[in-house]
């Protein structure tokens, strides 16, 4: 399974239902995607008194190989949204120390005092958060709705017609804004002509969980003579690793079998071997997933707006993506919300552009960082092919100590001055 088929295997389904009846309804505003930006979006709006409509194509909120890193300052954030202490009741891990790990030497690329990253599923996340929202009689959320086109009003965005399962209604939505937090294959983004500015690495992951505790917690990336493995540990009883293979070599890869996949994998990390035999046995629990990044040309129109990974297609490298979902989330709450307690008709593009002018510089330095991480990643593994072996080690080690080195750049999102903060004062409490 490849990580757009796993993204839109639901959403097959539904072109398959017959349409039946058509509903009207009205908001302010429609989120498009509960993804950590459209449920976090959805829940501050809901709780500032603005009517807002959520929308979900998967039946449940249930996902796999999504983001469970929430770096600093996401806990910080969640704490300002009055939901740290009922997400640390969820399972979750901390961590301080992370590492890139080449030839048995160990590069540090973080190392926190008093900040730390959370590891957590997302799934018990975005049900807290749509829970949360729940309490406002301003939020409506209908799951297993896809969204199907615009309505416009005098050439601006206007609301949305989506597909209701399993029942196949039609639901026309008009509201004063069309939030597109639909995630990498955005729909929103497609049907309003916006391109996505997608880049892809010369590299492929193919991702599989184990259900026990991870080999390390620490380890990000493990370079060896026979690969590299990135780690995205979850919990003390699952834990997640992803091979890189260069782009393309994936159909080779399974015909070797799924020993010689385990064999690999063990011998960049012996701690795996036993556990890798006994729980990973066919092709059919891996998913293929390409590491690409991108930058939309814009992420505005009349009456709509794009945020999250529909916006900036974050890649795994660096933990990234959370963070800058989240934090689109929180600026569109807070400068938009008092533009929506006033007035009414589609908010205009030139108020709508101030999102992305408040968001842009530091999500544009994120996103090209991750690209020449995936660039520096993606000549380590082509190099392996072309240098002779008693070079390779060398060469190997400049690699993934370049790439701890620019992991460790402080990324302009993630630092203190530039994070957004939930600007209280919005509420309504
Ligand atoms: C394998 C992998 C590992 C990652 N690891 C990390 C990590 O450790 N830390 C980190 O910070 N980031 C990580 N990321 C990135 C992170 O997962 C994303 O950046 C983040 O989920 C983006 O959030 P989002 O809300 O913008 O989009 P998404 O999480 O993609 O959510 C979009 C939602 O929109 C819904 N949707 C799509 N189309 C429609 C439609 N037509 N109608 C209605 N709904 C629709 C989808 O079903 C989905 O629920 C990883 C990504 C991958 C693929």
Same mark, same amino acid.
């Given at each position: 399974m490849t990580d757009e088929s796993v993204d839109s295997a639901e959403s097959d389904q539904a072109e398959r239902i017959e349409r039946t009846e058509r509903t009207e309804q009205s908001a302010d505003v429609v989120i498009v995607g509960a993804g950590p930006a459209g449920a976090v979006l959805g829940y501050l709006l809901a709780r500032s008194g603005v009517e807002t409509v959520l929308i979900e194509r998967?039946? #449940?909120l249930d996902r796999e190989f999504r983001g469970y890193g929430f770096r600093p300052p996401l806990p910080r954030l969640f704490a300002e949204m009055d939901l740290l202490d009922a997400i640390e009741d969820l399972p979750h891990e901390v961590i301080t120390q992370g590492t890139v790990v080449a030839y048995g030497k160990s590069y540090p690329v973080f190392d926190f005092d008093e900040r730390y990253v959370l590891l957590l599923k997302q799934p018990p996340l975005l049900r807290l958060l749509i829970e949360r929202a729940r309490e406002y009689d301003t939020f409506t959320f209908h799951s297993g709705t896809t969204f199907d086109g615009f309505l416009r009003e005098d050439g601006s965005v206007a609301g949305i017609s989506a597909t209701s399962r399993p029942s196949g209604e039609t639901l026309e939505i008009r509201s004063r804004l069309v939030v597109g937090?639909?995630?990498?294959? $955005?729909s929103t983004r497609k049907v309003a002509g916006i391109d996505s500015g997608m880049n892809e690495t010369g590299i492929e992951v193919v991702w599989f969980r184990l259900p026990?505790? %991870? %080999?390390?917690?620490? #380890?990000h990336i493990r370079v060896e003579d026979e690969g590299v493995l990135v780690y995205s540990p979850l919990s003390e009883r699952e834990s997640q690793y992803g091979l890189l293979i260069p782009k393309g070599t994936y159909p080779a890869l399974r015909d070797r079998g799924i020993a010689d996949f385990r064999e690999t994998v063990s011998a960049i990390e012996p701690a795996l071997d036993g556990d890798i035999d006994e729980h990973?046995? $066919?092709?059919?629990a891996c998913s293929l997933l390409s590491i690409r990044s991108g930058l939309a040309e814009r992420w505005t129109d009349d009456g709509f707006l794009l945020i999250g990974d529909a916006a900036h297609v974050a890649s795994?490298?660096?933990?990234e993506g959370n963070n800058l979902a989240i934090q689109d989330a929180l600026a569109v709450h807070r400068l938009l919300t008092p533009v929506l307690h006033r007035g009414d008709g589609p908010l205009p593009e030139r108020l709508l552009r101030r999102v992305e002018q408040v968001r842009r510089p530091a999500v544009e330095e994120t996103i090209r960082a991750q690209q020449s991480r995936g660039d520096g990643l993606s000549s380590l593994l082509s190099s392996r092919d072309r240098i002779p072996d008693a070079l390779e080690p060398t060469l190997l080690r400049g690699g993934a100590a370049l790439m701890s080195l620019l992991a460790r750049l402080p990324s302009r999102s993630s630092t203190d001055e530039n994070e957004t903060s939930v600007d209280r004062t919005l509420f309504v409490d």
């Open positions: 998967q039946r #449940t937090a639909d995630g990498r294959f $955005s026990c505790a %991870a %080999a390390d917690f620490t #380890t990973l046995t $066919s092709f059919d795994p490298i660096g933990a």
